[in-house]
């Protein structure tokens, strides 16, 4: 999702989010989809050029990907199209559609071995982590998002100024939940 972002230029919360999935494939407990289709929108400041659209899909069981990668993301351009994974791979097409061969990017940034290990470094040391808190707060809000609008069967509007969804109050119920008065998932007290 930070890769889909970045690529689309966008900061923030979506305003709006669509999702179709459930339960194709496998026959277990989990609650989530196993497959999911989700579309999330930024509205810019609403002309057409600014407006930005981010489709995400999830099909976990299968092993037809894409491009013969697990995961990437592709971004669909005026000039052209890129597909990039995060294991690497790098594909890119011209204007009028064809595959340019060895691509190279203009620059490679360098990038810590282990999310884990930077965050602990950042505690430790106080520098900045390389994937700021905030920015994967907005990442991981979209799959919260999806969840919610596959789930409820609805769009949902999101409000970024109040981190709320505006047009579906049971909706908004699932960005958080109710803890248990007393027991071990209890509201903490301030002593």
């Known amino acids: 999702m930070d890769i889909a972002r970045w690529g689309l230029g966008v900061e923030g919360f979506p305003s709006s989010t669509s999702a179709l999935g459930g339960k194709y494939y496998f026959d277990d407990d989990q609650q989530f989809p196993d497959h999911a289709t989700c579309v999330f929108e930024w509205p ?3 002309q057409v050029g600014q407006r930005r659209q981010l489709m995400f899909e999830m099909r976990i069981w299968s092993k037809n990907y894409p491009h013969n990668c697990d995961s990437g993301v592709e971004f669909y351009g005026t000039r052209g199209m890129l597909m990039v ?6 594909m890119v097409w011209s204007e009028d559609n064809k595959l340019v ?17 930077d965050f602990l470094n950042a505690i430790e040391t106080g520098q900045k982590p390389t994937a700021e808190i905030e920015i994967g707060h907005h990442s991981t809000a979209l799959v919260h998002l999806a969840n919610i609008a596959a789930r409820t069967g609805r769009q949902v509007q999101f409000d970024s100024k109040t981190q709320t969804i505006t047009n579906d109050a049971v909706a908004n119920q699932l960005l958080g939940r109710t803890y248990r008065e007393e027991g071990h998932w209890s509201v903490p007290k301030l002593a």
């Open 85 to 90: 994974s995060k294991r690497g791979k790098l």
């Open 101 to 117: 061969e060895s691509p190279e990017p203009k620059e490679i940034l360098p990038l810590p071995s282990s999310h884990q290990a």
């Open 44 to 46: 810019g400041d609403g």
